[in-house]
């Protein structure tokens, strides 16, 4: 994926690679392409990434359709659902199979400190039952999320200490 000591924003180029996700039933490779700030598919032997989350052209922002430099990202094999760190607007996205806009499932929106808030986080996993936890970096704390009928989550408990 991406050309040796070149960087940029068309399909075939990245712009520093941050985190990845290869999928263990088709060896595709979910590359967060950070600087671009999208999420780049690469199927085996492709010359091209495409992108999956995130705008295609690489221009960050803080709506819907857009991200910005993200860090980390799982992808849900069975669903093909695309889950992302989107650190510096300080949330969490949930991007459906195919869809050209993202769904904020954990945090309201805006950057502190508050049981619902996050100030960026770079790391996140899902435990056995579902909820979701979060490396919230600059609050130096782990948040946990329950997940409700896999639509937002809300935050689960306040005070969290740093783990």
Known sequence: AGKIDQSGSTAELLSFPQ???????????????????????????????????????????????????????????LTKVIYVADTYNHRIVRWLLNAIKGDVIADIGSQGNGIDQLNQPDDFTFGS?????????????????????????????SGLSPL
């Open 19 to 77: 985190g990845l996700y290869v999928t263990r039933t088709d060896d595709d490779i979910y590359v967060v392409d950070s600087a671009n700030s999208r999420i780049q598919k690469w199927s085996k032997n492709s010359q091209q990434g495409i992108t999956v989350a995130g705008l295609k052209n690489g221009i960050a922002g803080n709506d819907s359709t857009s991200l910005q430099n993200l860090i980390n990202v799982f992808v849900d094999e």
């Open 129 to 157: 039952n579902g909820n979701l936890y979060v490396a919230d970096l600059s609050n130096n704390r782990i948040q946990l999320f329950r997940l409700k009928e896999n639509n937002l989550c809300s935050s689960a408990v």
